[in-house]
């Protein structure tokens, strides 16, 4: 369509006919010779496309995530380090604008799913009973100057590994101190390189004496 009449910078948009000026409005990725669509409709575009394709990009989604997970991590972190107090504030206001209808909505929710928050809450334990494992035993090593660096992905790992195990056996395991943290002639650390998972049986026969006797089912890598 040529335009005529309009100075360089006003332009009409092929969908809604709209004429604007040639700045924010417009989305200039979708500007090819004498075409032009604003923002509006590109969004429209946009959200219809999304709505039809949505396993499709579901699935592109995942593989680019697995492709650049350590990317897109280090981005979000970035991102989240440098909006931290942004964000905070603007919840901080958000919650006061709104906080009435928020308590009340989430009063409303909660009376009408009783019973699928505890069923929630039950599921959320026992998935996470490796973490809160990991973070108990963190605490005693803390407690009782175990710890050393920082090696915490790394111990929830095995504590999901041992907890995994016991999924798959439906035997019980423990996450076991090869050298105890609390031993009688020498101390052990809670690190990674300290950590095996063994029976809970050979772990209780175990106690605090350092052997390496039982059966060691996984150590750490
Ligand atoms: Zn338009």
């Not at 920082?150 to 999901?160: F, L, M, V």
Request: proline content about 1%; aromatic content about 12%.
């Amino acid at each position: 369509m040529v335009q005529i009449g309009l100075s360089s910078d006003m332009k009409t948009c092929n969908i809604c006919k709209v004429t604007l000026v040639v700045n924010e409005n417009w989305n200039l990725s979708f500007q090819r010779k004498n075409y032009y669509i604003c923002k509006e409709c590109r969004k429209k575009y946009s959200k219809n496309y999304r709505d039809n394709n949505k396993n499709k990009l579901k699935e592109k989604y995942t593989i680019y995530y697995k492709e650049n997970t350590d990317n897109i991590l280090e981005y979000q972190k970035n991102y989240y380090e440098k909006n931290k107090e942004l964000k905070k504030q603007y919840s901080i206001d958000y919650y006061k604008k709104y906080k009435n209808s928020i308590k009340n909505k989430n009063k409303t929710y909660r009376e009408m799913n009783k019973e699928r928050i505890i069923k929630q809450k039950n599921k959320w334990r026992l998935n996470n009973l490796c973490i809160k494992r990991s973070s108990n035993a963190r605490y005693r090593a803390y407690k009782g100057k175990a710890s050393i660096g920082n090696y915490k992905k790394e111990i929830n790992n095995i504590y999901k590994k041992c907890r995994e195990l016991e999924k798959m056996t439906n035997i019980k395991y423990h996450v076991d101190h090869i050298i105890p943290l609390n031993g009688k002639t020498v101390c052990g650390l809670h690190v990674p390189w300290n950590l095996q998972i063994i029976k809970a049986e050979d772990n209780l026969k175990k106690g605090n004496k350092i052997t390496k006797n039982y059966n060691i089912v996984v150590t750490s890598e």
